[in-house]
């Protein structure tokens, strides 16, 4: 069984930094990709940042050069430097990862249970 645990956001003033990691743990042989996405009561789940295994980042069109995801394959954690955070950045930021738990092509797909990042102007 896989699971992703998620650490750091908080609350921070507008323009501030925040960095967000997420561990995944179980029989996990490598990484296909894992990210973030953030979900406010307001928008659909929206995606923030994802990375390869290989390194090959994704960003958001609303990033905008702020953030810097990145992977360790060796410890499966995937980190979010988040800077220049703005007002409309408040959400619920949730891990996502896809792994391989063997040689074959068995894949794991889930999500962490999310952490708040809150900024106020």
């Known amino acids: 069984q896989v699971q992703l645990v998620e650490y750091g956001g908080g609350s921070v003033q507008a323009g501030g930094s925040l960095r967000l990691s997420c561990a995944a743990s179980?029989?996990?042989?490598?990484?296909?990709?894992m990210g973030w996405y953030r979900q406010t009561p307001e928008k659909e789940r929206e995606l923030v940042a994802v990375?390869?295994?290989?390194?090959?980042?994704e960003y958001g069109d609303f990033v905008k050069g702020r953030f810097t995801v990145s992977v360790d394959n060796a410890k499966k954690t995937v980190s979010l430097q988040m800077s220049n955070l703005k007002p409309e950045d408040t959400a619920v930021y949730y891990c996502?990862?896809?792994?391989?738990?063997?040689?074959?092509?068995?894949?794991?797909?889930?999500w962490g249970q999310g952490t708040r990042v809150a900024v106020s102007s």
């Open positions: 179980g029989n996990i042989v490598g990484i296909n990709d």
């Open positions: 990375i390869t295994g290989s390194g090959v980042p």
């Open positions: 996502n990862a896809e792994v391989r738990l063997d040689l074959v092509g068995t894949t794991w797909h889930g």
